[in-house]
C-alpha cells in the first residue's frame, strides 16, 4: 500500500513536469530563421507581417503584434509618437510572455518537488525495513529463513528515473525561458525599428477607424 502511495506522489509529479513542458514547447520558435522571414516582410507587405506576429502568441512576436495593434489605434505616423507608444507597448506585452514562462516553471517545480518527497519516502521505508526488530528471543544460531529477493519496483530505481524525468523536465523549460528571454531582447534590438519604419514611412496601412 505505502509503495503504491509512493509511486502514485511520484507519477502525479512528474505529470505535472511533462503538462508544464509541453505547454512550454507549445510555443517554440527559432530566432535566426524568423527574424529574417519578418525582417524581409516588414520592409515588403508589414500588414501580412502583422498577420503572422498575430498568429504566434507566446513568442517574441507577440508583443510585436500588440505594437501593430496599439498603432493601429493611434493612427500617427510621427516618429516620437511611433517610438514611444511602440516601446512602451512591446516592454510591457515582452514582460508579460516571459511572466507566463515562469508560471509554467512554478508548476514544474512543485510537481519536481513532489518526485523528490515520494523518492525520499521510499529511501527512508527502505532503510526502516532492513532494521532488524529488538526481539529479546532471537536466536541468531537459528535456521535462516530465505527471502525472495526484492523485485525491480520494489526499491527506488523506478523512482530515481522518474526523478531525473522530472528533473529533466524541469531543465527544459528553464532553457527555453532563457532563450524567449534571448529573442525579446533581440526582437527590441532588431526588428522593433523595422516595424516602426514601416508606420514611420508609411508602409503599414493602418485599418479604418471603427464608427
Not at 511602440?86 to 513532489?114: E, I, P, S
Not at 535462516?144 to 527506488?156: D, L, R
Request: some cysteine; glycine content about 10%.
Amino acid at each position: 500500500m505505502k509503495l503504491l502511495l509512493t509511486y502514485g506522489i511520484a507519477l502525479g509529479g512528474l505529470l505535472v513536469v511533462l503538462l508544464s513542458l509541453m505547454k512550454a514547447m507549445a510555443t517554440n520558435l527559432s530566432y535566426p530563421g524568423a527574424k529574417l522571414m519578418l525582417t524581409n516582410l516588414l520592409r515588403t507587405n508589414p500588414n501580412k507581417a502583422e498577420q503572422v506576429c498575430k498568429s504566434l502568441p507566446g513568442t517574441f512576436m507577440e508583443p510585436l503584434a500588440a505594437c501593430f495593434t496599439m498603432m493601429a489605434q493611434v493612427q500617427m505616423r510621427d516618429p516620437n509618437v511611433v517610438q514611444q507608444t511602440t516601446r512602451g507597448t512591446f516592454d510591457g506585452v515582452g514582460k508579460g510572455v516571459v511572466q507566463g514562462f515562469n508560471g509554467h516553471m512554478t508548476k514544474a517545480k512543485l510537481g519536481a518537488g513532489a518526485v523528490i518527497a515520494a523518492l525520499v519516502l521510499s529511501i527512508l521505508m527502505a532503510v526502516k525495513a532492513d532494521k532488524k526488530p529488538d526481539d529479546p528471543n532471537y536466536d541468531p544460531t537459528a535456521d535462516v529463513e530465505e527471502v525472495e529477493e526484492p523485485g525491480f519496483f520494489s526499491g527506488p530505481g523506478p523512482l530515481v528515473i522518474i526523478f531525473l524525468l522530472g528533473v529533466g523536465g524541469v531543465v527544459l523549460i528553464y532553457t527555453r525561458k532563457a532563450e524567449l528571454e534571448r529573442s525579446i531582447v533581440r526582437a527590441r534590438a532588431e526588428l522593433l525599428p523595422e516595424l516602426e519604419k514601416s508606420i514611420i514611412d508609411g508602409r503599414y496601412q493602418f485599418p479604418p477607424k471603427k464608427a
